[in-house]
């Protein structure tokens, strides 16, 4: 052969940044990337913000006074007075029973005819009645506990009133660690940053790759001197750069709109995130390769991304209630880790010890992802 | 010089390789023409000589180089353009080609000295800043060349590269690339089109994966010599009739209609039938014509499949009327600032054959749909059997079979059921409807693959499923899109056969087409370019219009030119 033999290493960088610029030019120019990076996390923060809430306050309740005594109306004013319940009271339990059937009470309590007798007789206990609807499961729980901790409230305050002088033995004085005033939403907001960059960082990626296949340009660059690591390379570099400013709107959103505390480090977050979004890119990349298809594909991205992120992470069902089996398969979503890491960093600050583990964890998968991506990036057509 | 050796491919689950055992020498300093119609292993070829794919066994060497394995060295020698150009639609002319030219490593002064000659040499200087789609097909074809040549390969694979542009492109095309020819360079085109493979040096012609020739054309053709003549003085009526009856006869190899003329290719060592036999009268005179490719490859197939078509035998006579059955009035759209079709107006009589050709994005399409009653024009009236398609459009679409671009059927339904399901859509069912499909089986013979999925057929046989489909329902009109495009020629001869058959029974019929063969076909050609109506009358009448002293016997392709040249003419003096 005449020509002069090129080494293939020869203008890699040149044919990197060609491919990053190409793929710039391309984000830039084409709308769905910017809805996927824009639009779309900001929808879903709206809907997580607002939507999503495992709060509840303001749950209807029934209060039945069979019994009239003071002691009675100062038990049935402390459910009125707790923010928990939004309770009506009524003096027979069966004009309230027809309504915690059509769902309008969430629940009754009853304090019966014989309440204040066996409250003061010696040997018995007093009995209040909690009647729930058991198939709103949850609910129920929350009206069972509410209750239970409402009426532990009254008795030790009638115990202070009738003796000044005999405090109760012990207290429980709780403390709620790094959310104390226990909303929801503080832990939720982070975790559905993990949500929406698993979402979308599987997204932008899942339809390039694809795209080339579609469009038959994949045919033309395989006939350059490109090889499969550049073709990798220079895909991934514009949509990290485009998912890490996606990350960053939604923190500021989170921050600046719903008011969310982030008490870690920027620095912190730009290392915790750029780890996960590399899993999230390496998942859309390696199915786009595989499909082919960009129908396929987004479909795909979406039921492997946003699944396992929002049942699987920790982010709304706790992993340590999973059976043994789904606890050890948490273990290789990436999203887990990285819910972990967003509520610890905004939530309670920069705890290296429990980001190091986490951070390792992710690069890991993402090496794995990548290096199963460049296997399957054919040199050829076949 | 590339050398394939008894090179075989085999897709896995295929019941025959792609390619057999094929054998050939491409030299340097020739263009090389891979021909042959859709699926005959076009792509598979280039592919494999572009290192993109291996061949399952034999090798194909370029030079010192083993393609399959010795990639890396071959595409840095290598330009290839792939079917749709590989082109990024999002990027402009200028970036297309800087990407490209950065993943060749072409800087510096060679860089912007390669850019400037080739953008003179495309004509793509004053649209640099385009983004390629918004670039007209034309174009695109020259801006993908520009990217395949901007490292001057010395083995150059145009896959399909004029596949759809206007015939003035694809001059432009061939004469570039005849110019970047030199002793160092071999090319390699592939086309579906066989009068393309006239203007190449050599020729591959493949079939169904076999090579059927290997050489120069005119080696090909110069084996029908003596063989091949013009019917002329035939009755223009029945000239559809004359050729039926012709086709049948053992002397007649393969006939066509071309205009108001036939031409007929004997069947070698059979007397010359005498003219006056063939049932055009005693006017009717036979003179020789030069043979052309595409004879000779139907020679080499065995011949045409006789005139006769079973179709039209199933076929009702069609009552006479005066009125134009279907009719276009001043028909124009518009999306948004873009005129796709302006101001078009035709009307075609019971039992004609008339065709609109054009080049990709002329505006075919868009009137073929407002034809239908799909589209809403924007200004104009189109009317079908005396029904307006803008009122009536359900009633007028009774009336009509639609046979659209690339044959549209159900893949994953049988063929049974696509049968059911088309001709349940028109509006049959019981008794009717299981007799109409019943017939249509037996007409195309499609017994064998009644029970398998549409998408699983042959070429010829999708082809003859999807005009199954469209007649099912014995419609009055029959609106084509493409019909033919790309299939084999003696599929392309026995659909036309089944139209001619209809015609005969008073079946009006509506084609598009970008190729000229085609066009041939029709009793009235209306020439559309750029969204306008350029030109409409017999193909005949067309080109006795660019006859000139100099060119004294046109084809259609080149009265076509001319009258763009002449139109462009015009507007610039308008303008």
Redesign the interface.
Same mark, same amino acid.
Request: charged share 30%.
């Given at each position: 052969?005449? %020509?002069p033999?090129?080494p293939?290493h %020869?203008?890699r960088m040149?044919?990197l940044?060609?491919?990053i610029?190409?793929e710039s030019?391309?984000v830039v120019?084409?709308p769905s990337s910017i809805l996927i990076a824009f639009v779309l996390p900001l929808i879903l923060l709206f809907l997580f913000g607002y939507g999503v809430s495992l709060d509840a306050r303001q749950i209807r309740l029934g209060v039945v006074l069979e019994d009239s005594s003071p002691e009675a109306r100062r038990l049935a004013a402390s459910f009125q007075a707790t923010p928990f319940f939004d309770a009506r009271t009524a003096l027979d339990r069966h004009t309230l029973e027809a309504d915690l059937i059509s769902s309008r009470l969430r629940g009754i309590v009853v304090i019966p005819q014989d309440f204040t007798r066996s409250l003061y007789a010696p040997e018995t206990t007093a009995q209040v009645q909690l009647i729930t609807d058991g198939s709103e499961t949850n609910t129920a729980n929350y009206v069972a506990n509410y209750a239970a901790g409402t009426l532990a409230a009254w008795m030790t305050q009638e115990a202070s009133m009738r003796s000044r002088s005999a405090e109760p033995a012990a207290v429980l004085a709780p403390r709620f660690f790094y959310n104390p005033e226990r909303d929801s939403r503080n832990s939720l907001v982070p975790g559905s940053l993990a949500i929406i960059m698993a979402i979308i960082g599987t997204l932008l990626t899942a339809l390039v790759v694809a795209r080339e296949w579609e469009?038959?340009?994949m045919?033309?660059?395989?006939?350059?001197?490109?090889s499969a690591l550049e073709i990798v390379i220079g895909k991934l570099v514009p949509y990290f750069v485009l998912g890490m400013t996606s990350m960053a709107v939604c923190t500021a959103v989170a921050f600046f709109l719903y008011g969310i505390p982030f008490r870690g480090s920027l620095a912190a977050l730009i290392v915790i995130s750029a780890a996960f979004l590399l899993t999230a890119l390496g998942q859309g990349f390696l199915i786009s390769t595989v499909t082919r298809n960009q129908f396929l594909a987004s479909q795909a991205a979406l039921v492997s991304a946003f699944l396992p992120a929002f049942i699987l992470s920790g982010f709304i069902f706790e992993i340590a209630s999973m059976p043994w089996l789904i606890r050890m398969l948490t273990r290789i979503i990436p999203a887990r880790y990285f819910v972990t890491n967003l509520q610890t960093l905004f939530l309670a600050g920069d705890i290296w010890a429990l980001f190091k583990p986490n951070l390792m964890i992710l690069l890991a998968i993402a090496g794995v992802l990548f290096a199963l991506t460049l296997k399957k990036t054919p040199?050829?057509?076949? | 010089m590339l050398t394939i050796h008894h090179m075989t491919k085999h897709f896995e689950g295929a019941p025959q390789p792609a390619l057999d055992a094929i054998e050939a020498e491409l030299h340097p300093g020739r263009i090389t023409g891979l021909v042959g119609p859709d699926g005959a292993g076009k792509t598979t070829l280039m592919r494999i000589m572009a290192g993109l794919m291996v061949p399952s066994d034999g090798t194909v060497t370029y030079d010192a180089l083993d393609v399959a394995r010795d990639t890396q060295a071959l595409h840095a020698v290598l330009g290839y353009m792939p079917q749709r150009f590989g082109l990024y639609e999002d990027l402009s002319v200028i970036e297309n080609l800087r990407l490209y030219a950065d993943l060749r490593n072409i800087r510096g002064a060679q860089r912007s000295r390669t850019f400037e000659r080739l953008l003179a040499f495309t004509g793509l200087a004053p649209f640099q800043k385009r983004l390629a789609r918004q670039l007209s097909g034309g174009m695109k074809q020259k801006l993908g060349l520009a990217c395949a040549l901007l490292k001057k390969p010395r083995l150059l694979l145009l896959d399909e590269p004029s596949v759809g542009v206007d015939p003035i492109s694809r001059r432009e095309l061939w004469r570039m690339v005849r110019e970047m020819l030199d002793d160092d360079t071999t090319i390699v085109w592939s086309t579906a089109y066989l009068d393309e493979a006239e203007q190449c040096d050599d020729v591959l012609l493949l079939s169904e994966g076999r090579l059927l020739f290997g050489g120069q054309p005119a080696a090909l053709t110069a084996r029908m010599d003596g063989r091949v003549f013009q019917l002329l003085g035939v009755p223009e009526a029945n000239r559809r009739q004359i050729l039926t009856g012709a086709l049948e006869r053992p002397e007649i190899r393969d006939g066509v209609i071309q205009g108001a003329a036939l031409r007929l290719v004997l069947t070698a060592d059979l007397a010359q039938p005498p003219p006056e036999s063939l049932g055009g009268g005693t006017g009717t005179r036979m003179v020789p014509v030069p043979p052309r490719f595409e004879d000779a490859f139907i020679d080499l197939l065995g011949g045409g499949p006789g005139g006769d078509s079973p179709l039209a035998r199933e076929m009702p006579v069609r009552p006479d009327s005066d009125r134009p059955v279907v009719e276009a009035r001043h028909l124009t759209k518009r999306f948004g600032a873009f005129t796709a079709v302006s101001d078009n107006s035709f009307a075609i009589r019971r039992g004609e054959i008339f065709g609109l050709l054009g080049p990709n994005g002329a505006g075919k399409s868009t009137t073929f749909k407002m034809m239908c009653g799909l589209l809403k024009p924007t200004a104009g009236e189109s009317f079908v059997a005396g029904l307006h398609l803008a009122r009536s459009a359900a009633q007028a679409r009774a009336r009509l079979g639609y046979m659209a671009q690339k044959f549209s059927l159900y893949g994953d339904l049988t063929v049974r059921q696509n049968l059911f399901f088309f001709s349940g859509a028109y509006g049959l069912q019981g008794k009717i409807q299981e007799k109409a499909v019943a017939a249509m089986v037996d007409v195309f013979d499609l017994h064998p693959f009644l029970a398998g999925s549409a998408a699983g057929l042959p070429l010829g046989y999708k082809q003859r499923l999807a005009l199954a489909c469209a007649v099912v329902h014995q419609p009055d009109v029959l609106f084509l899109d493409e019909p033919t495009s790309g299939v084999d020629p003696i599929t392309r001869r026995e659909f036309w056969n089944h139209i001619n058959g209809l015609v005969g029974k008073g079946v009006t019929v509506l084609v598009t087409t970008h190729f000229m063969d085609e066009a041939e076909y029709c009793d009235r050609i209306g020439l559309i370019y750029r969204g306008r109506k350029i030109a409409e009358g017999s193909p005949d009448h067309l080109k006795a219009d660019a006859r000139t002293p100099a060119r004294p016997d046109p084809t259609l392709e080149d009265a076509f030119i001319a009258l763009i040249e002449q139109s462009e003419d015009r507007e610039a003096v308008l303008t």
């Open positions: 052969m005449k %020509a033999m090129t293939p %020869a203008g040149r044919r940044k060609a491919l610029v190409k030019l391309q120019r084409d469009r038959g340009t045919e033309a660059l395989l006939a350059t001197p490109l040199s050829r057509l076949e | -």
